[in-house]
């Protein structure tokens, strides 16, 4: 019964691979996020999509492009994986994307570029 | 820029005691104010929230203080447990935007 859930938890690949991480969410949520956490921690958000509609898209570079085929997932699909991609990448969810809301993290995928 | 939070420092407490984690913030117009704690391993859980309206917001062993004049939050916990141990990030937001600006974190170690 989790409510966000995201796959891989964890994805090992060389430089130049392209790969997926995958996010669904059970609450009934509108909004849905993808955040990047680096090495010393710091959250920063890169997308959100409300009812598959793409609301931010924070300055992330081209080779990231997310998807969300419905409200209840959004998918992140990262081309050309750099070193500098390395980090935590933490999916999320919201009621409705207003600004006063909490935020419902999934577990995160570790990402490690080689 | 980013307008919340510290550097990651690391808070030492000793078990049973209280313990207070501070925030600073630079937007005046953020208006919404959230605790999170992130364990090892997991994905950042809300604790507690507080609206620009008011300076004090109470929790099951956590109290946030919100002083707007200094721009500053704080958490307190009280009678730390070792369960405590974490990371712990401010975040803020306001009507204007839409996303929530995360500041980076102070990591809670509790003494045995």
């Known amino acids: 019964d989790t409510a966000v859930s995201q796959t891989p938890k964890y ?10 991480i995958k996010c669904e969410q059970n609450l009934g949520h509108d909004t849905m996020y993808w955040y990047k ?12 999509y409300n009812n598959k509609e793409l609301i931010i898209n ?17 998918n992140l699909h990262i081309n ?9 990448y933490f999916c999320a969810s919201s009621p409705i ?3 006063n809301e909490k935020l419902f993290f999934g577990s995160g995928t570790q990402l490690s570029v080689l | 820029g980013e307008s919340v939070g ?3 420092p690391t808070l030492s407490v000793q078990e049973g005691d209280n313990s207070i984690i501070n925030c600073a913030y630079s937007n005046s117009a953020s208006d919404y ?31 946030v203080l919100l002083n707007k004049t ?26 204007r935007d839409d996303k929530i600006i995360f500041g980076k974190g102070t990591r809670l170690h509790i003494l045995p």
């Open chain 1, 58 to 74: 924070e300055t992330v570079p081209n080779r990231f492009s997310p998807k969300s085929p419905d409200k209840a997932h959004l």
């Open chain 2, 33 to 63: 104010f959230i605790w999170y704690k992130q364990e090892s391993g997991k994905g950042p859980q809300f604790i507690i929230d507080i609206r620009s309206n008011m300076d004090k917001r109470q929790g099951q062993r956590v109290t």
């Open chain 1, 97 to 99: 994307g207003a600004a």
């Open chain 1, 37 to 48: 956490q680096d090495s010393k921690k710091f959250l920063k958000i890169m997308f959100s």
């Open chain 2, 70 to 95: 200094v721009k500053h939050l704080s958490l307190q916990i009280a009678a730390t447990q070792p369960g405590d141990s974490a990371v712990y990030f401010c975040a803020e937001n306001n009507d």
């Open chain 1, 11 to 20: 994805l090992v690949t060389q430089m130049g691979n392209d790969k997926s």
């Open chain 1, 80 to 88: 050309s994986l750099e070193l500098g991609d390395s980090a935590v």
């Open chain 2, 6 to 8: 510290l550097h990651l």
